[in-house]
């Protein structure tokens, strides 16, 4: 099985702030590899899908980078509506998902 | 416009078998595998299984294989989750969403299924 981590854990951010989330993944997954972010009480949302592709409708402000086993998700400058959990997700075998990055206030 | 939407909230007793759907419109139901999702309260996402609605071919989580069952009625455009005796801990919300060769990652989601196992 591949394992993925995500670091921070929680980060808290305010308003304009630039944000780096990274996950990485036990043994290399190319670029399969997609980000979501989830509020409370709703479905994820696909955000990045092959490490770097933005999402029809998703803000420019989101992007994804990395290959292999490492791989980021930035927030150029953090909006009110993006406090929510990100989760990375590898989908090169089968599937799995990191265990989460929380984007709260500062 | 792609909609997956899911069956109603469920509150069952441990040992109870129990099924719940995603009915796929707006798109050609056979030509995306829908996978399920589990979400413990207050956890992260786990992916639980995924299906072919056009063959019903599976495949399960090792963590999951076994626990559920996982299948499809492409006459209906509905894929199912069921167990045949729940535990407490299959208390969580559990979603569905699509994917294919093309599009690999999960493009649409149904809004969650919370499923409640309580004595």
């Known amino acids: 099985d591949i394992q993925m981590t995500q670091s921070p854990s929680t980060l808290s951010a305010s308003v304009g702030d630039r944000v780096t989330i990274t996950c990485r993944a036990s043994q290399s997954i190319s670029s399969w590899l997609a980000w979501y972010q989830q509020k409370p009480g709703k479905a994820p949302k696909l955000l990045i899908y092959k490490a770097s592709s933005l999402e029809s409708g998703v803000p420019s402000r989101f992007s994804g980078s990395g290959s292999g086993t490492e791989f980021t998700l930035t927030i150029s400058s953090l909006q009110p509506d993006d406090f929510a959990t990100y989760y990375c997700?590898?989908?090169?075998?089968?599937?799995?998902f990191g265990p989460g990055t929380k984007v709260d206030i500062k | 416009e792609v909609q997956l939407v899911q069956s109603g909230a469920e509150v069952k007793k441990p040992g109870e078998s129990l099924r719940i759907s995603c009915k796929g419109s707006?798109?050609?139901?056979?030509?995306?595998?829908i996978s399920w999702v589990r979400q413990m309260p207050g956890k992260g996402l786990e992916w639980m299984g995924r299906i072919d609605p056009s063959d019903s071919y599976t495949n399960y989580s090792p963590s999951f294989q076994g626990h559920v069952t996982i299948s499809a009625d492409k006459s209906i455009s509905t894929a199912y989750l069921q167990w045949s005796s729940l535990k407490a801990s299959d208390t969580a919300m559990y979603y569905c969403?699509?994917?294919?060769?093309?599009?690999?990652?999960?493009?649409?989601w149904g809004q969650g299924t919370l499923v409640t196992v309580s004595s």
């Open positions: 997700q590898q989908y090169n075998s089968y599937s799995t």
């Open positions: 707006g798109y050609s139901f056979t030509s995306y595998w």
């Open positions: 969403a699509r994917h294919n060769y093309d599009r690999p990652h999960f493009d649409y």
